[in-house]
């Protein structure tokens, strides 16, 4: 079992930044793949970052430059760097998990809400 905590939320004006963090719970967590997704009102949630157990990253194309995931597992605490923030990144921010070698995200957080003013 895994429990993630996000904060790090919180409103900015475009061009800015905010820092992330997931703390995640479990003996385990260095096995596991963590990431974010987001949701912004009216759309669909989506894949934002994702780190893998080797420290290899993916981003969707909208974030890459921008944004930066990272993870210290010693902390048990992933990362979400946010540069360049711009309006359509408002959304609520989810700090997901799934076991290495897995195909689903089964631990999700709370979330946390960003919103950036134009």
């Known amino acids: 079992q895994v429990q993630l905590v996000e904060s790090g939320g919180g409103w900015v004006q475009a061009g800015g930044s905010l820092r992330l963090s997931c703390a995640a719970s479990g003996r385990t967590v260095s096995n596991y793949v963590l990431g974010w997704f987001r949701q912004a009102p009216g759309k669909e949630r989506e894949f934002v970052a994702a780190?893998?157990?080797?420290?290899?990253?993916s981003y969707t194309d909208s974030v890459k430059g921008r944004f930066f995931i990272s993870r210290d597992n010693v902390k048990k605490t992933v990362y979400l760097q946010m540069n360049t923030l711009k309006p359509e990144d408002t959304a609520i921010y989810y700090c997901?998990?799934?076991?290495?070698?897995?195909?689903?995200?089964?631990?999700w957080g709370q979330g946390t809400q960003v919103t950036i003013s134009s």
């Open positions: 780190i893998w157990t080797t420290s290899s990253t």
């Open positions: 997901v998990a799934k076991p290495r070698g897995g195909d689903t995200y089964n631990y």
